[in-house]
């Protein structure tokens, strides 16, 4: 155990990073100070995203401010972004110029969004809208208003390198169902574009029977899929696919590729050349043994190579699950107690798909390698358990509790 007070300084405040500030300092005395760094002073629950564009949710609804949390918690909280790390002196640049030290750090920052990496890709500059952060999804909402005064053909999906397939899907279903109830239908088909092997295989493989179930999904809205498909460019209104069919749109939503961040990648020796950090089976660094992290910025090898590359998912309750034994590790180091191991083989997922007013339930005791008891559910029940999880959460959070 150390005598000294020591300094936890965590590098994003979502999923992982929250989970984990309040998990340390319910775990370590007031001797020890926690730091969190992000430049958002809002948390955004970004599940719900996937409504904003349709008027469901507004802004407030799915965010509340960070800092007077942490102040009733006893955390500092600093909105401004790491831009480096000096990992042989423990610092952590940032944005605002003031350097932070530590004596154990979590990185929890996320994906960078590589819109880059396609020409024509994204929301800045591009033609295509994204609900991946509060920003793009009000964007989105003012392209949805201007789609439903001139409706046309839509293109949802995910792009090659990407991973958060889910979120891709489930705005699909949602697309569809207001696309019907607003009876367009005729004038706006809609296609699904993806870099996954199949229709149901998220990254991973897929669950049970998940990939006919999709499809049984799409066949009933009468949605056309293109999987195993990269895109080459967007252009106004029109979607260059590699193999050389040009899909027009009206309105499109992709996922863009992922990246580790910025400071990420600007730190030898950090990252993989990917900017995604390597962890061990404690989501500690391999060689940097004070450096953890946890959520959609650490590695995570596919389990078999896919014809486009399409990552591993690491949802918003994988990305806490790993926050928590990160937290407990941290705590461990500095209380002198036990660590403890997650093997990434050993993630459960569970997965919930939005449809509007419908949805799948998607259960994996093991996202990598078999599941023993996957289980899959198709109904109204799947819309209402995502609400029931966004009040439950949101509810939690703002209280400055990780779980009940
Ligand atoms: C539309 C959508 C729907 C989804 N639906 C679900 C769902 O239903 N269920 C589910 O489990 N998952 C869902 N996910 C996935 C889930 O949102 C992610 O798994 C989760 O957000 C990952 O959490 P994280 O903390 O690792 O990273 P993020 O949520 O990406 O947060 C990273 C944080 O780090 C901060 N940051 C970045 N760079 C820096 C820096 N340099 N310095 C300081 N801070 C930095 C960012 O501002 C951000 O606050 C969805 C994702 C999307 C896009």
New binding site residues.
Partial sequence: MSNDAQQIVI?????????AALEIRRKLDERHRIVV????AD????????WLPFGLREPEDVTFPLGPIYQRKGIDFRA????GFDLDQRI?H??DGEDVHYDKLLL?????LAFDKIPGLGPHGGHTQ????LDH?LLARDAWTRFLENPGPVVVGTAQGGS?F???Y??LFNVKHRIDKAGLAAAAPVTFVTAEPFLGHFGFGGVADSAKRVERFFERLGIEGIPSNAIAEVRDGEMQLEGGRVLPFAYSMI?PPFTG????RATPGLGNPMGFVPIDDEFRHPQHRDVFA?????AIAPPAQTPVPAGV????????A??RVAAHNIAADVNGTATQQMPLSEIA??????AGNNGIIFKADHVLGDSRHPHVMAGPQAHWA?VA?ERYFLATRRRGMASL
């Fill in positions: 590098v994003g405040s979502s999923f992982a990073g929250m989970t760094l992000d430049p958002h948390f955004t629950f970004i599940p719900s995203l996937i401004t972004a790491a831009t952590v940032t944005a929890a920052t996320g994906p960078r994204s609900v991946c952060t999804a958060c889910g979120a891709s489930e705005f996922v961040v910025d400071a990420i946890a959520g959609v910025d650490i998912p690491k949802t918003g309750q994988m990305s806490e790993m926050a997922a569970v997965c919930v798909l939005d995502k999880f």
